[in-house]
């Protein structure tokens, strides 16, 4: 019995059709190894570039009307664990019925205890602290060219001095610097155990 063999010429349309089919197993076996990523994991992804952004150079503002003790130790661990640079601020508003340097004992000394406490807190966080004391006419506008010059990522502010007596935590200098910033905001309202934030026992 003879048996005739068959030869197989291949073709160029059977090459590309094998090529095609031999791209896709590929391309399906990809995808099984690298799924895409889902929507909380790019939520997650975007939150931690946004924060890296966010955090390069904090201000914190204190003033007569501002008070921001309570978001110091928060400020701290933000600026250690990012390692940024971290600057305290006390404006002084000069009421224009006065000289621009007008000598305004009683807000420098509230200057002075703001800014001391600001101190203590850096250090018991580890962190290092630029502190500066500034006169102007305008609260909001000091903090705004202080921003400026600093290159700030974000400006911290806690809440309206007398809030808790009034029910109005947010001051007219809170609302205009937060509505005008050029940079990131973050207004930290005291609330009922706010003042834990920067009683923490250094360990």
Same mark, same amino acid.
């Given at each position: 019995?003879?048996?005739?063999?068959?030869?197989?010429? +291949?073709?160029?349309?059977?090459?590309?059709?094998?090529? #095609?089919?031999?791209?896709?197993?590929? $391309?399906?076996?990809?995808?099984?190894?690298?799924? /895409?990523?889902?929507?909380?994991?790019?939520?997650?992804?975007?939150?931690? $570039?946004?924060?890296?952004?966010?955090?390069?150079?904090?201000?914190?503002?204190?003033?007569?009307?501002?008070?921001?003790?309570?978001?110091?130790?928060? =400020?701290?661990? #933000?600026?250690?664990?990012?390692?940024?640079?971290?600057?305290?601020?006390?404006?002084?508003?000069? +009421?224009?019925?006065?000289? +621009?340097?007008?000598?305004? +004992?009683?807000?420098?000394?509230? =200057?002075?205890?703001?800014?001391?406490?600001?101190?203590?807190?850096?250090?018991?966080?580890?962190?290092?602290?630029?502190?500066?004391?500034?006169?102007?006419?305008?609260?909001?506008?000091?903090?705004?060219?202080?921003?400026?010059?600093?290159?700030?990522?974000? @400006?911290? #502010?806690? $809440?309206?001095?007398?809030?808790?007596?009034?029910?109005? /935590?947010?001051?007219?200098? @809170?609302?205009?610097?937060?509505?005008?910033?050029?940079?990131?905001?973050?207004?930290?309202?005291?609330?009922?155990?706010?003042? #834990?934030?920067?009683?923490?026992?250094? /360990?």
């Amino acid at each position: 019995m003879t048996t005739a063999l068959t030869a197989v010429h +291949p073709t160029v349309a059977g090459a590309f059709i094998a090529l #095609l089919i031999a791209l896709a197993i590929f $391309s399906t076996l990809w995808w099984m190894l690298h799924p /895409p990523a889902s929507f909380v994991q790019k939520l997650a992804k975007e939150a931690e $570039s946004e924060l890296e952004r966010m955090v390069g150079s904090i201000i914190v503002v204190f003033s007569p009307d501002i008070l921001s003790t309570h978001m110091m130790a928060l =400020a701290a661990k #933000l600026a250690r664990g990012e390692r940024s640079e971290l600057l305290a601020v006390y404006i002084v508003e000069v +009421p224009y019925t006065l000289p +621009p340097d007008a000598e305004m +004992p009683i807000e420098e000394r509230e =200057a002075l205890d703001a800014l001391g406490a600001a101190e203590t807190i850096a250090t018991n966080n580890g962190v290092s602290l630029r502190t500066e004391t500034i006169k102007a006419r305008s609260t909001k506008q000091a903090v705004l060219d202080l921003a400026k010059r600093e290159k700030a990522n974000l @400006i911290i #502010l806690g $809440s309206f001095r007398e809030g808790k007596y009034t029910g109005a /935590p947010l001051g007219r200098s @809170i609302e205009e610097i937060a509505a005008d910033a050029k940079c990131d905001v973050l207004i930290g309202v005291e609330g009922k155990h706010g003042t #834990l934030l920067y009683e923490e026992p250094t /360990p």
